[in-house]
């Protein structure tokens, strides 16, 4: 199979992958940017993560309010703790 537009590689079946719980039931053209993501490496899904928190969240309509209140509010209490991939 052909890579997905900007992928290096295909995804491979039984390839680990991240998604948005809350717009998981929407078509690809309703969920916004980065909703699903397939890293390639283990190692990967750190990083796939932090651009789930960058770029999809803000965009993702299905995302209850309480939900996107408590996100906010982990940002500001790692930030100051200093919370970085090292933790995880």
């Not at 993560?49 to 996100?71: G, N, S, T, W």
Request: glycine share 8%; proline share 6%; net charge positive.
């Amino acid at each position: 199979a052909a890579p997905m537009h900007g992928r290096n590689k295909p995804i491979a079946l039984g390839q680990v992958g991240i998604r948005c719980i809350y717009c998981r039931d929407d078509t690809p053209s309703e969920r916004g940017q980065q909703a699903t993501s397939y890293p390639s490496l283990i190692s990967g899904i750190y990083n796939s993560v932090q651009q789930m928190l960058r770029l999809h969240f803000d965009c993702c309509y299905a995302m209850p309010i309480e939900a996107r209140r408590k996100i906010e509010s982990l940002k500001v209490s790692s930030s100051a703790r200093g919370g970085r991939k090292q933790y995880w």
